[in-house]
């Protein structure tokens, strides 16, 4: 089992910036992805970023690919996620997620483990 606890979110203003982070514990693995994806209220749960497990690649939703920026400290079992120009429409529940593969997949059916999501909201 995989135990993961994300950083707690916030409230900020359209066009500031937040960072999140997630700490794995148990049965980690540095060899396996890491991403985050994230849950409006009525809405799917979608795709945002996720890293390979040697962090040597990314991948980013369109939304917020050039805005947004993935990294992972394998020593410390974190992942973060550096929000920049943020929108209200990033308004949602974040959650990091730990893959079953080594590359940064964004199929929601390849991770296995959860944080239990920390809210960020926007206003504009």
């Known amino acids: 089992q995989v135990q993961l606890v994300e950083s707690e979110g916030g409230l900020v203003q359209a066009g500031g910036s937040l960072s999140l982070s997630c700490a794995a514990s148990?049965?980690?693995?540095?060899?396996?992805?890491m991403g985050w994806f994230r849950q409006a209220p009525g809405k799917e749960r979608d795709f945002v970023a996720a890293i390979s497990g040697s962090a040597t690649s990314t991948n980013y939703a369109g939304s917020v690919k050039g805005r947004f920026t993935i990294s992972r400290d394998n020593s410390k079992n974190t992942v973060y996620l550096q929000m920049n120009s943020l929108k209200p429409e990033d308004t949602a529940i974040y959650y990091c997620?730990?893959?079953?593969?080594?590359?940064?997949?964004?199929?929601?059916?390849?991770?296995?483990?959860w944080g239990q999501g920390t809210q960020v909201t926007v206003s504009s």
């Open positions: 148990g049965r980690t693995s540095i060899s396996r992805a």
């Open positions: 997620a730990v893959s079953r593969m080594a590359g940064p997949v964004t199929a929601r059916n390849l991770y296995d483990y």
